[in-house]
């Protein structure tokens, strides 16, 4: 079984920057960040895998944000500069089983509990 645990968000002003993490247990392979912004679905974020660390990303988060993982301590982060109030949300971490990143959120089958970000203007 594995277990997320998402830590980091807050409140910060647009322009600045904010770093999530997730602790996890358990042994996965591909690993993504999903946000869900107030009244609105879940979107994808980023995701990478142990067969792809640079990932892929969002558009709408190109440039601004990175994802990356610390495999020796079981840790997933998204680091988030320039921040926008578009990218208020909260944030969740997933997990899945097969090697390679994925953009669908049905292909995850681990969830953590989420972390709130919000960036005010």
């Known amino acids: 079984q594995v277990q997320l645990v998402e830590s980091g968000g807050g409140l910060v002003q647009a322009g600045g920057s904010l770093r999530l993490s997730c602790a996890y247990s358990?042994?996965?392979?591909?690993m993504a960040w999903f946000r869900q912004p107030p009244g609105k679905e879940r979107e994808f974020v980023a995701s990478?895998?142990?067969?792809?660390?640079?990932?892929v990303l969002s558009d709408s988060v190109k440039g601004r944000f990175t994802i990356s993982r610390d495999n020796a301590k079981n840790m997933l982060f998204l680091q988030m500069n320039s921040l926008k109030p578009e990218d208020t949300a909260v944030y969740y971490c997933?997990?899945?089983?097969?090697?390679?990143?994925?953009?669908?959120?049905?292909?995850?089958?681990?969830w953590g509990q989420g972390t709130q970000v919000t960036v005010s203007s």
């Open positions: 990478n895998a142990w067969a792809d660390p640079r990932g």
């Open positions: 997933a997990a899945r089983r097969a090697n390679w990143p994925s953009r669908q959120i049905e292909d995850y089958d681990y």
């Open positions: 358990g042994r996965t392979f591909g």
